[in-house]
């Protein structure tokens, strides 16, 4: 019930297409759903987050679309770009017990091609 | 602001050798977790501090791994005896949360762990 489910492992387009990458969940008591992006050699980073209580956000050209009664939410990159390629994880908190817990998926490698 | 620091950045030991890995924080984030990243998955988390107290060490490998949080500031995890398994990026990552809803977490750049 702990574990987010993301697809597809890998992930290639042409420079100016749109990057699709889903995930879902189990787990309702998931409260925030956050992306984030992994260059090689550095640790992940936030790119854009999103509450069960709206169904998609817009930065730019990264948007997340939630489902809730699906329990699914995705992450779509608009205009691609060579520098976008990197790999993506998807993941899933739950402040029960208190307590602020990351859960991540298995992650995307994007390759964005010029 | 200063993000969250790791050291040493690479390692390389033989198996049954022990290695410290070490985490400053950001400034004033009261939970600081420990990540096993091994290569081409998502991070996994080991431990889970809240100042200096242990909330989740649910999947730390305890006979073999150890982490302690002096003072609610910096964090070492230790690997004694390593294992060829071992092998990966072992991540810090700090958030400001102290209770509501869940928030960021912050990540420094890991400690990539060679076990020969």
């Known amino acids: 019930q702990q574990q987010v489910k993301q697809s597809p492992q890998s992930l290639i387009v042409q420079k100016g297409g749109i990057s699709i990458i889903n995930c879902a969940y189990e787990?309702?008591?998931?409260?925030?759903f956050p992306w984030y992006q992994q260059f090689p050699g550095k640790g992940p980073a936030l790119l854009i987050a999103i509450r069960p209580d709206v169904s998609e956000k817009k930065e730019g050209r990264f948007t997340i679309s939630f489902n809730k009664s699906a329990k699914q939410f995705s992450l779509h990159i608009m205009d691609s770009q060579p520098g976008d390629s990197a790999t993506y994880f998807c993941a899933a908190s739950s402040p029960s017990g208190g307590y602020n817990k990351l859960i991540f998926g298995a992650g995307t490698r994007l390759a964005v091609h010029p | 602001e200063a993000g969250v620091a790791q050291s040493p950045r690479y390692k390389i030991i033989e198996k049954r050798q022990s290695v410290a890995f070490w985490c400053n924080p950001i400034?004033?984030?009261?939970?600081l977790y420990w990540y096993q990243q091994i290569l081409g998955q998502g991070p996994k988390l080991l431990i889970q501090f809240q100042n200096n107290g242990v909330v989740d060490d649910s999947q730390l490998p305890k006979d073999r791994f150890s982490a302690e949080r002096l003072k609610g500031v910096d964090s070492t995890l230790k690997i004694q005896p390593a294992k060829l398994e071992d092998s990966a990026v072992y991540l810090c990552?700090?958030?400001?949360?102290?209770?509501?809803?869940?928030?960021?977490?912050?990540f420094g750049e890991g400690s990539r762990l060679t076990v020969l």
């Open positions: 990552a700090s958030s400001a949360y102290r209770g509501g809803p869940s928030g960021e977490l912050f």
């Open positions: 787990n309702t008591a998931f409260d925030y």
């Open positions: 400034s004033g984030h009261a939970t």
